[in-house]
């Protein structure tokens, strides 16, 4: 799985790659904007939970933002319907 983190850092939102690196926008839609076109799904995002650690968290809001924005822009893989032979 390509599970990427998100953290809140200093005003910051940071998104951890799954190979180390990170994108980083002060903006939860532009943040999400770049996850996709990297071709991250929104099932791929965990973010830090405000349980652990407060500090680090994101917002509820910018939670929302980038899931809404993965709902609306990613590509999804849709299987193709299956239509029964008429001859049959």
């Known amino acids: ?4 983190e998100i953290s809140f ?3 910051i939102l940071v998104a951890t790659l799954p190979n ?3 994108l980083e926008s ?3 839609i532009i943040l999400a904007s770049l996850l996709v076109k990297a ?3 929104s ?3 965990s973010h830090i939970d405000w349980h652990s650690d407060m500090d680090r968290s994101p917002s509820a809001g910018q939670k929302i933002a980038i899931h809404q924005y993965f709902r609306k822009h990613s ?3 849709k299987s193709a319907a299956v239509k029964p032979d008429p001859k049959k």
Request: charged share 25%; hydrophobic share 35%.
């Open 26 to 28: 002060a903006d939860a």
């Open 1 to 4: 799985m390509n599970t990427i």
């Open 39 to 41: 071709g991250f799904q």
């Open 43 to 45: 099932e791929d995002i």
């Open 20 to 22: 180390g690196e990170t």
């Open 75 to 77: 590509i999804t893989i």
């Open 9 to 11: 850092d200093e005003g």
